[in-house]
Nanobody
Framework: QVPLVESGGGLVQSGGSLRLSCSASGRTFVGYAMGWFRQALGKEREFVASISGTGSNTRYTDSVKGRFTISRDNAKNTVYLQMNNLKPEDTAVYYC?????????????????????WGQGTQVTVSS
């Protein structure tokens, strides 16, 4: 059973907005650092945003700073990625991930190897 389930993807015009959700299935991820990655067709998976286990620190790749916001709702065991002013180059499959430390740290990881649990992804397509 995949422990993380993404939703909220879809087709949107350039300049539009989407909010992705990542829900945990069968276990809690409270206290775990969480991240969003994306993979465009023919390209490697890349880091988008992350949030620390405490929720106090966030990190973004430069291309989405000022447009995307990551947040978490521990009561709902859910992480969100609010994406505004979307561009065609944001088109990709977006993946949610969680680390396996559960240490309530203030560190927001950004490397693929720092994450242990992954969802199956949700497609985001931005038309020009």
């Amino acid at each position: 059973q995949v422990p993380l389930v993404e939703s909220g993807g879809g087709l949107v015009q350039s300049g539009g907005s989407l909010r992705l959700s990542c829900s945990a299935s069968g276990r809690t991820f409270v206290g775990y650092a969480m991240g969003w990655f994306r993979q465009a067709l023919g390209k490697e998976r890349e880091f988008v945003a992350s949030i620390s286990g405490t929720g106090s620190n966030t990190r973004y790749t430069d291309s989405v700073k000022g447009r995307f916001t990551i947040s978490r709702d521990n009561a709902k065991n859910t992480v969100y990625l609010q994406m505004n002013n979307l561009k065609p180059e944001d088109t990709a499959v977006y993946y949610c991930a969680a680390d396996n430390r559960n240490d309530y740290s203030n560190y927001a990881p950004y490397e693929i190897y720092e994450y242990y649990y992954w969802g199956q992804g949700t497609q985001v397509t931005v038309s020009s």
